[in-house]
């Protein structure tokens, strides 16, 4: 057995394996009869290390006499098809002990600090899907009442990017960038790659799928080209155009902190040191150098004040420079989206629109990206102090930051040449009007994130919002401030019914 694991005397057991069409997610699972269960001292969520053909892994228990009978053990789908196991093999089943770690999740929960090997046991077992999520929770839970320290969060980091994948640039400079979130339509970070990569600089950037907002990075780059690569490929991709936007997900970067999010997501919990950790391994296993951090703050964001986000920041430039990255942060406004569009088709367009100069690209996403693109100009050395947005807004001006997207899109397997007018809406729409003459005075993301998500965002690429009216524009009684659109008859009723619900726009 491995380090921290017991056996209850090397019993062994061989059971006939029934399939089980169903995927846990978790920890991996399998089945056995209630009576069995009782006749051999197992109960609902024991582990047992299950072997088959030279090959084994530890999966939790449960119980039910529906399922299987006493000769058999239900496999499901996680167990399976890791073990490429069939129905009516035969399949040993070994009882042993909770890991180690799980003493260590007790610790923290009173109240003691974790040392770097605790933490690392941790991380490893979550990796290994040895903890339940309910011990995976209780993990998140402590972290959250207790918080973690800088030490442990350094830890914690460090144990993240040895368990998972690594780029391996051989750069001196290697950039990056990163928002805390919580903004509709924040599409920055495909405006200023391709800037940054225009003028030779490496920039590989990974980036989210959504969890609650209506499109993540991810979600939106994958309306133009693949965002789902191994590590060589996504390589060979940053060698070739010097910048890259892929899903962090699929290149297992961070494994244990993706696991991590599963479990967060539900509770509503983001514990500090967690979020620190979860953000600077990504940057860590690219390599980065420098990274510019984004902190918007706003009644509905993420950081709703300045003293929240100057705390943050000395919490960001602490840990970083454990690791030997220069980071510079910029405070932001969060109190209204940026952009026009909100989901994935729609936010491409504004990318696409933007860079290729039409007058429709959003002139607030523009001016974002560039005094983010040029605060990263300044921090690697590429620019004078002052001088950053201007370089950066002229990448734009003449053309050469999307044709290095053209480049980065083709590079990723997409069509270099798609027009924005090529990505479809939802055929079923909805417009919000003005209930009556008078100042848009705040347009709530929580309302808009909502409503986009209820139309379908992002599961439906051509769902979303298209915005005409923004934050201090004056409007009229019955005048259009934003369409919702769907695929979905269905979707577009919820979206509405939404709409009248949670009244997002204050006209005063």
């Not at 996680?78 to 069939?86: E, F, G, Q």
């Not at 808009?448 to 139309?455: E, F, Q, V």
């Given at each position: 057995m491995k380090s921290g694991e017991f056996t209850r005397g090397d019993i062994v057991f061989q059971l006939r394996a029934k399939i089980v069409d169903i995927e846990t997610g978790g920890m991996p699972v399998i089945s056995l009869n209630e009576d069995f269960a009782k006749e051999n001292d197992f109960h609902n969520m024991d582990r047992v290390v299950v072997s088959f053909n030279g090959k084994s892994l530890v999966a939790a228990v449960d119980t039910s006499e529906k399922i299987?009978?006493?000769?058999?053990?239900?496999?499901?789908?996680?167990?399976?098809?890791?073990?490429?196991?069939?129905?009516g093999d035969i399949v040993e089943i070994t009882p042993v002990g909770k890991p180690e770690s799980t003493k260590y999740i007790r610790k923290k929960m009173d109240r003691e600090e974790l040392f770097d090997k605790e933490i690392r046991a941790i991380v490893k077992d979550i990796v290994d899907e040895k903890l339940t999520d309910v011990e995976m929770a209780a993990f998140v839970a402590a972290s959250y009442m207790e918080g973690l320290s800088m030490s442990e969060t350094t830890s914690l980091t460090r144990a993240i990017v040895e368990t998972g994948g690594r780029l391996k640039l051989r750069k001196k400079i290697i950039a990056d960038k990163h928002s805390i979130g919580g903004v509709p339509g924040n599409r920055v970070t495909m405006v200023l790659v391709p800037i940054i990569a225009s003028l030779g600089i490496t920039i590989p950037k990974t980036s989210s799928r959504a969890i609650t907002s209506p499109s993540g990075t991810a979600d939106t780059m994958e309306v133009l080209a693949n965002v789902s690569f191994s590590t060589e490929e996504l390589t060979k991709i940053v060698e070739k155009t010097n910048g890259c936007i892929a899903w962090g997900g699929a290149i297992n970067l961070a494994a244990a902190d993706d696991k991590l999010i599963r479990i967060r997501h539900p509770l509503s919990l983001d514990p500090e040191g967690l979020m620190l950790a979860s953000v600077m391994a990504k940057k860590v296993a690219v390599g980065a150098t420098h990274v510019i951090f984004d902190l918007p703050i706003g009644e509905e964001a993420k950081l709703q004040s300045l003293g929240e986000a100057r705390h943050l920041e000395r919490e960001f430039t602490k840990l970083a420079e454990k690791f030997g990255i220069k980071v510079e942060t910029l405070v932001t406004d969060g109190n209204n989206p940026i952009g026009n569009g909100i989901g994935p088709n729609l936010e491409a367009r504004d990318v696409l629109w933007l860079l290729k100069n039409d007058r429709r690209g959003p002139l607030d996403l523009r001016r974002k990206s560039v005094l983010l693109a040029g605060k990263l100009l300044e921090l690697v050395g590429y620019a004078k102090e002052g001088e950053g947005e201007k370089i950066a807004d002229a990448q734009i001006d003449n053309g050469k930051a999307y044709q290095k997207m053209k480049e980065i899109i083709e590079a990723q397997g997409g069509n270099p040449n798609v027009n924005p007018e090529d990505l479809h809406v939802g055929e079923f729409t909805c417009d919000y009007e003005a209930e009556k003459y008078g100042r848009i005075t705040n347009m709530s993301n929580h309302a808009?994130?909502?409503?986009?998500?209820?139309?379908g965002s992002p599961v439906d690429k051509e769902a979303g919002i298209?915005?005409?009216?923004?934050y201090g524009s004056n409007v009229k009684q019955g005048e259009k401030i934003f369409t919702v659109y769907s695929k979905s008859e269905r979707r577009i009723e919820r979206a509405i019914k939404l709409m009248k619900e949670l009244n997002p726009v204050t006209i005063e």
């Open positions: 299987v009978s006493k000769e058999e053990v239900g496999i499901f789908e996680d167990v399976w098809k890791k073990l490429k196991i069939k129905n808009l994130a909502k409503i986009a998500r209820a139309a298209y915005i005409y009216k923004k």
